[in-house]
Structure formats: structure tokens, C-alpha cells
């Protein structure tokens, strides 16, 4: 029986849903094409404002991969890299290149594949009895290089070795502390707290959101900026956006943002 990765759309809103609630939606290979597969489309599309990812009912975001199933899809080296290169890695780097908004919704267990996946979202709302690790080394294997990038670019080095060597599980006030989580709510309040950060993301103008991610994502580089990329910086300024920005702020309303 495997998972599925399910997805639902409405005013510009994706969410994709981890679903193997038999195994607290563990994330098994056809699951990761999936995630892939959508994130690939989801990034396409001019009129997308926003990712939710989350997970299927409330006992687990994901708590991890599915270990029954590394017996047969990687039980060589050249196997083991395919999964985690061409599976694991690149659905996680999609998730990195989507050019809006992620949101990780996190009820219950957020382990292994699933920190992975909500590292690499831009935003982590998780519940008071949520819980976060990787206690591979108790299992012999460790993570590869390709799905550490964005834990690693989340937390820096000395959080993820902590992470890594102690294999120790966090609960979400200490995951929050050491920077792994935007948010802790209660847990009633994750789905609640969820749906208004969506909603502050969509009273913003689309294309600044898409810009902010895109500097941000630059920046990171660590490379100097060229005259035309400063240029760039200012193409807001010939957007009706930005016009309309403008004058709804002298007049004292809210701005009806159309994305050109």
C-alpha cells in the first residue's frame, strides 16, 4: 500500500497534503515523485500565490520515510543514489525553487523526510505537542549531502550536527528556540494560525512576494550584485501594483492587488 501526495486548490491557494496515515504519512518513494510532480506544475503557474504543505490528519506532519520499503529501492549504492538524488533531493530542491510563499501546517510527528520537507518551506506554523528530529544514526544510515541543503541553510552547522549526532527527538518549544520553527500555537490553533498567514500573504501584492523570495534566494549567494541586477530591484516601479499601492495608502484603504 503506498501514500499519496494530494492536492487541492482554491483562490490561488495550493495544499498538498502528505497522506499514509496507516504509517504517520511516512513518506515512501512514490509519495516523493508525487511531491515532485506537483511542485514542478505548482512553480509553473503565473497565477499561484501561495503552498500549504501539511500533513494528513493530525497525529503527524510526516514521521520520516518509509523504512520497509529501503530493503528494495536502495539496496545498492547505485539505487540508493538514484532514490535519494533524482526522489528525495530534487522534490525537496523544488520545494526550495517554488518562486512563492510555503507554508509547513506541522500537527504531531515532523521527522526525518518530513523535517526536510518543512526546512525547506519559508514559513513553519506546528502545534505545542508537535515533536522534531532525525534519529537515523540509531538506524545506521545517515543523511544525504542533497537533502541536508535546507536544513542546513535553516539552522546553520551547529544546530543540524546536534540534530544529526545526538539523534535526539526536540518538542516544538525547543524545535522554535533553535530556529527550526516560525511559530508554536496550540494545538487546536495550528489550522486556524495556518489559514491567516495565508491570508496576510494574499492582502500583498503577488509579484512583490515573488520578488522578495527571488533577492532573498540571490543574496544568499554571497555574490556581489551587478548594476543591472540593482535595476532590477526597481521593476515595481512600473507595475499597476505599485500604483495602486500608492494611492490606496493616501486614501486610507485597502489595496486591490491584481498581480501586473
Same mark, same amino acid.
Given at each position: 500500500?503506498? =501514500? ?11 495544499? @498538498? ?10 513518506? !515512501? ?5 508525487? +511531491? /515532485?510532480?506537483?511542485?514542478?506544475? +505548482?512553480?509553473?503557474?503565473?497565477? +499561484? ?28 549504492? !547505485? ?7 533524482? @526522489? ?16 509547513? &501546517? ?26 522534531? =528530529? ?16 535546507? @536544513? ?17 527527538? @526536540? !518538542?516544538?518549544?525547543?524545535? #522554535? ?37 527571488? #533577492?532573498? /534566494? /540571490? ?5 556581489? +550584485? ?16 505599485? &500604483? ?17
Amino acid at each position: 500500500m503506498y =501514500g499519496d501526495i494530494l492536492l487541492s486548490r482554491a483562490d490561488g491557494v495550493a495544499t @498538498l497534503t502528505l497522506s499514509n496515515p496507516d504509517k504517520l504519512n511516512a513518506v !515512501d518513494a512514490q509519495m516523493w515523485r508525487a +511531491l /515532485r510532480s506537483h511542485m514542478d506544475s +505548482l512553480n509553473a503557474d503565473p497565477a +499561484l500565490r501561495c503552498v500549504v504543505l501539511r500533513g494528513d490528519g493530525d497525529k503527524a506532519f510526516a514521521a520520516g520515510g518509509n523504512i520497509e520499503e529501503f530493503l528494495t529501492v536502495r539496496a545498492t549504492v !547505485d539505487d540508493a543514489l538514484h532514490y535519494h538524488e533524482e @526522489l528525495v533531493a530534487a522534490a525537496l530542491e523544488a520545494i526550495r525553487n517554488c518562486p512563492v510563499p510555503t507554508v509547513a &501546517q506541522i500537527q504531531g510527528a515532523c521527522i526525518g523526510g518530513g523535517l526536510e520537507i518543512a526546512g525547506c518551506c519559508d514559513i513553519r506554523i506546528a502545534g505545542e505537542s508537535s515533536r522534531f =528530529g532525525a534519529p537515523i544514526n540509531k538506524l545506521g544510515f545517515s543523511m544525504y549531502p542533497g537533502e541536508m541543503a535546507g @536544513l542546513l541553510q535553516l539552522v546553520g552547522p551547529a544546530v543540524l550536527l546536534e540534530i544529526l549526532l545526538e539523534g535526539r527527538i @526536540l !518538542d516544538a518549544r525547543e524545535a #522554535w528556540a533553535k530556529g527550526l520553527l516560525s511559530r508554536v500555537v496550540d494545538d487546536e490553533r495550528v489550522e486556524q494560525e495556518t489559514n491567516a498567514t495565508v491570508q496576510r500573504i494574499l492582502k500583498g501584492a503577488p509579484l512583490v512576494a515573488r520578488w522578495h523570495k527571488q #533577492w532573498v /534566494r /540571490r543574496l544568499q549567494t554571497g555574490h556581489a +550584485l551587478s548594476l543591472e541586477e540593482k535595476r532590477a530591484a526597481f521593476d515595481f516601479l512600473g507595475t499597476a501594483d505599485y &500604483q495602486e499601492g500608492l494611492t490606496a495608502f493616501l486614501a486610507k484603504r485597502s489595496p486591490i492587488f491584481k498581480g501586473c
